[in-house]
């Protein structure tokens, strides 16, 4: 290898100055230290990417930077955590100096944007394959679980649903005219960190939507003991993504399909009132187990490949 591990790591992954107050040891020594504020608890989530599995070989190096994280910092939105630090374990075919340029600039991009610091990792040699663990603050008890949604709370969702979908479909060769933001909600994912700080105390339980609409509310609702109704007219579809529907047929793609990273979560009648983030009430939770979906006035069950007939 050209360069050594460590003159590596000096390279491209310790330029930015420490930068979270909870960093009070980062990369150089054998463990980075972390200093907890009373009163609250660490969020903590790691993530793998591996070339060929969760990306195509040869995905721009600088987007997948950003998604490695962004895919991470969304699993700490969906607590309400507060993203202070990760780690990065990055194993690499080769070294490439224009691919650790454009990754790292993608990766400390975003970490800049949310303070977050990078405070340590391990580079080996190998097949492409790239984790994150990302660590967060959350007020004691108050995290945002997927297992505290009550019958009658109201659903809702951040942001639209689909496009990142869309995104992959014109990836694997479907031809769209005008694909607006669609490459982008699948390259570069925004994560919901603001909306989740904002829903701690309001919101019953969360996730985010990074396998379908339909698989991830689904473990809420098994890990609630609950059902759900969600109501198709009530979904939030940008143009892209109805003009898709309307050509393919393919009504059922924004529920199934998966990178949208918005936040799927609960809240109950009486707290509705304060939410303050931009979202839109998509279903409600039931009693009953299962989950349904109305559609043109009829309610039909829904499974987490989607539409389920009645046999
Ligand atoms: P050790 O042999 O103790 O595991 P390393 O030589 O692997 O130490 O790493 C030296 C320092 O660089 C450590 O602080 C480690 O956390 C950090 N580090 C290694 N790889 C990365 C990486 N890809 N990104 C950020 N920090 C890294
Ligand atoms: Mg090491």
């Not at 105390?201 to 339909?214: E, Q």
Request: hydrophobic share 40%.
């Amino acid at each position: 290898m050209p360069l050594s591990e460590f003159s590596l790591i000096q390279r491209f992954f310790t330029q930015q100055p420490v930068r979270n107050a909870s960093t009070s040891l980062g990369i150089g020594d054998d463990c980075a230290l972390l200093s907890l504020p009373d009163g609250y608890e660490l969020a903590v989530t790691t993530d793998t990417m591996v070339e060929n599995v969760h990306f195509f070989a040869g995905a721009d190096p600088e987007q997948l930077g950003h998604k490695l994280l962004a895919v991470n910092l969304s699993d700490l939105a969906s607590m309400g955590a507060k993203p202070v630090s990760v780690t990065l374990a990055l194993t690499l075919p080769r070294v490439n100096e224009n691919w650790l340029t454009a990754f790292s600039k993608g990766f400390l991009g975003l970490a800049k944007r949310y303070s977050v610091d990078l405070i340590g990792g391990d580079t080996t040699s190998g097949p492409l394959t790239l984790t994150v663990q990302a660590m967060g603050l959350v007020p004691k008890g108050k995290a945002l679980l997927r297992s505290s949604a009550l019958p009658g709370d109201f659903i809702y969702l951040t942001g639209s649903l689909g496009e990142a979908g869309l995104g992959l479909k014109i990836i694997q060769g479907y031809h769209c005219e005008n694909p607006g933001t669609a490459l982008q909600r699948f390259h570069q994912p925004n994560p919901q960190v603001e909306a989740g700080l904002a829903l701690t105390g309001i919101a019953n339980a969360c996730i985010d939507v990074s396998d379908g609409l339909a698989g991830d509310l689904g473990h809420i609702l098994e890990q609630s003991n609950v059902g759900a109704c969600l109501d198709w007219e009530a979904l939030p579809l940008s143009d892209v993504v109805l003009a898709y529907i309307n050509e393919t047929n393919d009504w059922s793609m924004p529920l199934t399909a998966g990178d949208d990273y918005e936040l799927c979560f609960t809240v109950s009648p009486e707290k509705a009132a304060q939410l303050t983030i931009n979202c839109t009430k998509i279903g409600v939770i039931e009693s009953t187990p299962g989950l349904r979906l109305q559609k043109s006035g009829i309610i039909q069950p829904l499974t987490s490949k989607g539409y389920e007939h009645f046999s």
